[in-house]
């Protein structure tokens, strides 16, 4: 494999980074793929007055004409989380090999495509909720396309996520080999100046500036150049650097000399362009794939001559293709008993989602990756190919200051829940929502039986999960969760928000250590649920006021053959739970039907409410009866809502927007009308299209079930939702209860797969509420159609597809190209 090749195939492949099969992006490349044309720079499409915002990119010479005040997308971009401190104490270490203060982690990832790709998180549950922060110190968003855009800012969703865990986010400028459709004029246009400015590094800081992210990934690999043009290069991040402290990691690809030569090590070849003389020319270097020990060695003792510090050079490892089953020299990296040689940068760990059949195998996989095979970062096996990253680069934590709170929320889920209550159903993820995960995941202490923490999508106290324990309890479980440091005042208290299968004893009680004692714990009892919803028990620290928390911990004591208990949130702040100022001139942006007279999408922008403490706001529709329906939220103070349904023939539709406090308090509601002008439609039209889809697993990442609800079955063989669960059905919320007449299923012939893959045995299944039981209203046996479809005449919300016998030869998959529900 060509030694470029790597960090190329992504930016040429970026188009298709949600549609190719996880198999297509795994697959060992043998020959170069055909050059893209290389046609002009691609003019970005208008926005509509309700459409749909993406992530910003450009080439060299849009980025010059790009304005934040006459970009109608780039509000939208914004993130509104700051850069949080982080903390990370030698002793809490969940592994004893593991260090603090040396080798970090940097990680390349593609969360989409370059072009497309949603700015706050879309209706889909299928993403790349990334859970382990704590490992990481920097992530480059990783794309751009000779196709596209060479430029690529990072999405808000991903800069929140990441600031709020103190992890910093890059920005990718990518300049493809000219086999790949790169341009060396591009390069040129990259650094051309007027004066003693370049332009487009103003621009660079700009963007990293109104966006909010903190630096970008410099990858040129175009041939051609010359020593003049590598000097600008390296002008070009100076410059930026003195005007502007925007960070930049260089990736070891040019030399000074303009050539394109991977030098897999720190030398006087790429040294420049980390550090020149006494300029400081990028922040870090990515050392490419082939790095070998003497290379490694080399390239710290020059680091430290030119006066940085050998973690600054990552040493780069390929796992886009196998994962945690990619062979690495990690001797070399983390040699045993001796610090560390540099530091680890990862190109594309969200292989772990990319190979995942479901979310379940994505949690699994991830956590084999990141923490290793026992699934516990005490616990790796460093004798193994792979032991996980928890063996040697030690946890950091953002818990720095109160108030904290978690609702173990991973940044997606099949339903929104509001303090507890249901207020959303359908899938959806946004990144911007995520909790701080816990710290350690999962280290679980006890003498006998080990209760099992896992992320629970059953079930929610806020947001789309909680933290779940089961398992037999014979002996005291103590979980570790979280390192902090946190001081403790007269009036602090810690909350848990907790739910049982019964009424009576929780055995549960808050742990926490503390800095004079960090591995020491203080236990608070929880008491007993007085039933079995959401309880919330309030806890009073004042005796420990003058101590720091070092770690937060839940211990369980007693016996029970089958606990089961959940934790919705855990708090701790001083004095009262605040209710923030509210938001205020709450404006429709823009509106687009999505069908004409029924649902329509939306831009919405208010005014932030004063005060500083908001964490998020809450954007919900009022129905007819008084209740009200979840619709999105986000940090920022501009919000795409992508559907919002007409309630019978309502003439408007209030809408509400409320901020949430740090602590989780609400505020009042800024308030607006959306009025329908159109007639509600009358005829018979697809109710379930693009509406939430949720089923019980899928066979790739981009196979999931809003495949079956997109109105297409000739996007190709992935252009439908798949799965290889042994129970195997697919649910979609039309969003209120309408009447239906029929029901068509387009099966795999419809898509263009042979016949032999069309469902055999089905039933559908209806009910109104989400409280009802499922109703069949047909089923059908012996099936042998592409196309099927079955009259019916029922009322219903929520409708679902159950598989008995997915195909006609024994084949396993289920092959969903369409699944339509029609009525009025």
């Known amino acids: 494999m060509s030694r ?14 949600l549609t190719a099969t996880p198999s297509a992006w795994a697959a060992p490349v043998t020959a170069a793929a055909p050059p893209p044309t290389a046609a002009a720079p691609l003019p970005t499409a208008p926005a509509g007055p309700g459409s749909q915002p993406y992530a910003s990119y450009w080439y060299p010479s849009t980025i010059l004409s790009w304005d934040p005040a006459t970009d109608p997308d780039a509000r939208f971009n914004r993130s509104r989380v700051p850069l949080q401190p982080r903390t990370s104490d030698p002793a809490l270490a969940a592994n004893p090999n593991a260090r603090a203060g040396e080798g970090k982690i940097a990680s390349l990832v593609s969360f989409g495509p370059t072009s497309n790709n949603p700015s706050q998180g879309s209706a889909d549950p299928n993403y790349y909720a990334f859970g382990y922060w704590q490992y990481v110190d920097k992530l480059v968003f990783w794309g751009g396309s000779a196709g596209e855009g060479l430029i690529l800012a990072p999405n808000p969703t991903v800069i929140d996520a990441a600031h709020r865990n103190g992890v910093k986010v890059y920005g990718t400028v990518f300049f493809p080999p000219a086999a790949y459709g790169g341009q060396l004029q591009w390069v040129r246009d990259f650094v051309q100046k007027s004066g003693n400015r370049y332009p487009v590094a103003d621009k660079l800081a700009q963007a990293a500036q109104y966006y909010g992210f903190d630096g970008w990934f410099i990858n040129q690999e175009t041939g051609g150049g010359d020593s003049g043009l590598a000097g600008e290069v390296r002008n070009l991040m100076q410059y930026t650097k003195a005007q502007s402290g925007t960070d930049f990691m260089w990736y070891d690809a040019m030399t000074t000399s303009g050539a394109v030569d991977w030098q897999n090590a720190l030398t006087s070849a790429n040294s420049p362009f980390l550090q020149d003389g006494s300029k400081r020319t990028s922040d870090s270097m990515f050392l490419n794939f082939g790095w070998s020990q003497d290379g490694l ?9 030119l006066g940085r510090s050998e973690y600054e050079l990552y040493s780069g490892i390929d796992t886009e293709a196998n994962g945690y089953n990619t062979s690495v020299d990690w001797n070399t990296l983390f040699p045993s008993g001796q610090p560390h040689t540099t530091s680890l940068g990862l190109y594309r ?57 978690t609702n173990f929320d991973t940044g997606q889920g099949d339903f929104y829940n509001a303090a507890g209550t249901r207020v959303a159903t359908g899938g959806w993820n946004n990144l911007s929502l995520q909790d701080v995960p816990p710290t350690y995941r999962w280290v679980v202490d006890s003498s006998g039986s080990r209760l099992s923490p896992s992320v629970d999508f059953t079930d929610a106290y806020q947001g789309g999960s909680s933290l779940r324990l089961t398992g037999t309890l014979d002996a005291t479980n103590t979980v570790r969760l979280y390192q902090t440091r946190l001081p403790v005042a007269a009036n602090s208290k810690l909350d848990l928000v907790v739910k049982t299968p019964a009424a009576g004893p929780t055995k549960l009680k808050a742990a926490v250590s503390f800095t004079d004692a960090p591995g020491s714990f203080t236990t608070v009892d929880v008491g007993s649920n007085t039933g079995t919803g959401w309880e919330r028990h309030t806890l009073d620290l004042s005796r420990y006021a003058g101590r720091t928390i070092a770690q937060l911990a839940l211990q369980v004591a007693g016996n029970d053959p089958a606990y089961d208990l959940r934790v919705g949130q855990v708090a701790l702040y001083d004095g009262t739970v605040e209710a923030p100022a509210a938001p205020s001139g709450l404006t429709v942006l823009g509106a687009s039907d999505v069908t004409a007279g029924a649902s329509q999408s939306l831009r919405l922008s208010w005014t932030a409410a004063p005060g500083g403490n908001v964490h998020h706001y809450e954007v919900y529709r009022r129905n007819p009866d008084g209740s009200r329906t979840f619709l999105g939220a986000t940090p920022n103070d501009a919000y795409y809502v992508g559907r919002l349904d007409r309630a019978g023939t309502e003439a408007v539709t209030t809408l509400d927007v409320e901020a949430v406090s740090t602590t989780y308090g609400h505020s009042a509601v800024a308030s607006t009308t959306v009025g329908w002008n159109a007639t509600p439609p009358t005829g018979s039209t697809d109710l379930a299209l693009n509406r939430p889809a949720t089923a019980s697993g ?35 919320d039309l969003g209120s209860a309408k009447k239906l007449n029929r029901f068509v299923v387009r099966h795999a012939q419809a898509g263009g797969e042979s016949a032999a893959y069309n469902t055999r045995d089905f039933s559908l299944q209806a009910r109104a509420k989400s409280t009802d039981p499922w109703t069949t209203v047909a089923t059908v046996t012996g099936n042998t159609a592409g196309t099927t479809t ?29 699944f339509e529900a029609w009525g009025q």
């Open 4 to 17: 470029r090749l790597p960090l190329l195939l992504s930016a040429v492949l970026a188009t298709a980074a």
């Open 297 to 305: 060695d080399s390239s710290r003792t020059l680091a430290r001559q």
């Open 349 to 405: 760990p969200e292989w772990t989602w990319k190979s995942a059949t479901d979310r379940a195998d994505f949690y699994a996989k991830d956590a084999r990756y990141w923490v290793g095979a026992n699934n516990d970062p005490s616990k790796v096996d460093l004798s193994s190919g792979w032991p996980g990253l928890a063996g040697y680069v030690a946890e950091s934590s953002p818990i720095t200051a109160k108030p904290f709170v």
């Open 698 to 732: 899928q066979c790739n990442a981009n196979e999931g079930p809003a495949k079956a609800v997109n109105g297409s079955v000739n996007g190709g063989t992935s252009d439908k939702w798949c799965t290889l669960t042994t129970a195997k059905w697919l649910e979609v």
């Open 790 to 818: 079955h009259p019916v005449d029922t009322t219903a919300r929520y409708v679902r597809l159950v598989v008995t016998k997915p195909t006609q030869n024994g084949d396993p998959a289920a092959r969903i190209y369409e």
